[in-house]
């Protein structure tokens, strides 16, 4: 399953609001779909599973919607601290594969 | 909590076989779950290499299957990664996890590993 995200680059100021977008080339059954954070130097982070659950510790301005093939996480109210990349994967059939990353700045 | 951390050699030449070790402290591999490898590269961006069970079953990514082994050592709390026939595509950082259930997502990470494919 081909995972393809977009933006490739997001530019938005605090308080605003990411939408980003990943969409698959064939159905992810389940929504075995996760989102990760992953900043400079570290590993990826896990902020969302099953397309909708945060992970222990994500605050609430992080929330992932979608299914089958198209997949969004929201990032409200934005924070200097949340620039970074984010990937989508899924886990529903191997190979897991991730796409190729939204870069999020915050001006 | 659970921690993983990778250790290896950071330098492989061409054509030899890549041997890494995660340590796992905090939970016991032999406790359950699946516990995988992943590499990224600034090229590929992140891959899943294979993924292992407590009980040794392995599965792999079609694209590396040939030249991969995952194994376990649950005594020692640790599982490994070899491939074989590096070349400089595999230069990449590699990244031991353990899942959240089932076969996903990667809830635990570790540091990762930067190794180098060059003679």
């Known amino acids: 399953i081909v995972l393809t995200q977009s933006p490739g680059t997001l530019s938005l100021s605090p308080g605003e609001r990411a939408p980003l977008s990943c969409r698959a080339s064939?159905?992810?059954?389940?929504?075995?779909l996760a989102w990760y954070q992953q900043k400079p130097g570290q590993a990826p982070r896990l902020l969302i599973y099953?397309?909708?659950n945060r992970a222990a510790g994500i605050p609430d301005r992080f929330s992932g919607s979608g299914s089958g093939t198209d997949f969004t996480l929201t990032i409200s109210r934005l924070e200097p601290e949340d620039s970074a990349v984010y990937y989508c994967?899924?886990?529903?059939?191997?190979?897991?594969?991730f796409g190729q990353g939204t870069r999020l700045e915050i001006k | 909590q659970v921690q993983l951390e990778e250790s290896g050699p950071g330098l492989v030449k061409p054509s030899e076989t890549l041997s890494l070790t995660c340590t796992v402290s905090?939970?016991?591999?032999?406790?359950?779950?699946?516990w995988g490898w992943i590499r990224q590269t600034p090229g590929k961006g992140l891959e899943w290499i294979g993924s292992?069970?407590?009980?040794?079953?392995?599965y792999y990514n079609p694209t590396l299957e040939s030249r991969v082994t995952i194994s376990v050592d649950t005594p020692k709390n640790q599982f490994f990664l070899r491939l074989s026939s590096v070349t400089a595509a595999d230069t990449a950082v590699y990244y031991c996890?353990?899942?959240?259930?089932?076969?996903?997502?990667?809830?635990?990470w570790g540091h990762g590993t930067l190794v180098n494919v060059s003679s």
């Open positions: 905090g939970y016991s591999i032999s406790s359950g779950y699946y």
């Open positions: 996890a353990r899942v959240l259930s089932r076969s996903g997502p990667w809830v635990y």
């Open positions: 994967q899924q886990y529903r059939s191997p190979p897991y594969t």
């Open positions: 064939q159905s992810v059954s389940d929504s075995f």
């Open positions: 292992i069970y407590h009980s040794g079953s392995a």
């Open positions: 099953d397309a909708s």
